[in-house]
């Protein structure tokens, strides 16, 4: 089993930025894949970028050159560093690991691991 705790979202006004972190935890020797989703009220959860145990990254195009995936192997840490935030970027954001690599943009059905999820609201 793996553990995920998000944290660093909150509410900030448009072209603002946010850090969020994802502390790992438990069995994370067998994680290959590790993401972000987000998701708004009514739809369904939507990758934003993944990192795979390689190093390779993938982003969603509708964050590409505003967000950028990146971990701390040694703490078992993933982040997501958001810039240039929009209004629609207003979703909860969770923490996600697979116990294979995504090579792109996973699926839900792909996930092994949830995080419990960390609000973003932009607005302002």
């Known amino acids: 089993q793996v553990q995920l705790v998000e944290s660093g979202g909150g509410s900030v006004p448009p072209g603002g930025s946010l850090r969020l972190s994802c502390a790992a935890s438990?069995?994370?020797?067998?994680?290959?894949?590790m993401a972000w989703f987000r998701q708004i009220p009514g739809k369904n959860r939507t990758p934003v970028a993944a990192i795979d145990i390689d190093g390779r990254t993938r982003h969603a195009d509708s964050v590409k050159d505003r967000f950028n995936i990146s971990k701390d192997n040694a703490e078992s840490i993933l982040y997501l560093q958001m810039n240039s935030l929009k209004p629609e970027d207003t979703a909860m954001y969770f923490c996600a690991a697979a116990d294979a690599l995504c090579w792109g943009l996973p699926r839900q059905s792909g996930i092994d691991f949830w995080g419990k999820g960390t609000l973003v609201t932009i607005s302002s």
């Open positions: 438990g069995d994370t020797d067998s994680t290959e894949c």
